[in-house]
């Protein structure tokens, strides 16, 4: 996991989230709405409870109201 200031990106060879954990204001809509519970809420932000759980569906990016979420491929490493 790195951690930039805000951003923080978690990534294992299949997926990549970026986390922008300025821009969240922990309303917990992604935890609720990933299917595969990949996401869980610390404190008042949204991290990346295991991230080889993720089937790369994006509703938590999708219906991040602030765009706080981004999911990609990972780089295949």
Not at 27 to 50: H, N, S, W, Y
Not at 51 to 61: D, G, H, K, V
């Amino acid at each position: 996991m790195k951690n930039r200031k805000h951003i923080v990106i978690c990534e294992d060879a299949k997926t990549r989230i970026t986390i922008n954990r300025k821009w969240c204001k922990g309303c917990e809509i992604c935890v609720e709405f990933c299917p595969q519970k990949t996401l869980l809420m610390e404190g008042d932000k949204a991290v990346v409870r295991d991230i080889a759980s993720c089937n790369r569906c994006m509703l938590c990016e999708l219906r991040c109201p602030d765009f706080a979420i981004e999911v990609s491929e990972g780089t295949g490493r």
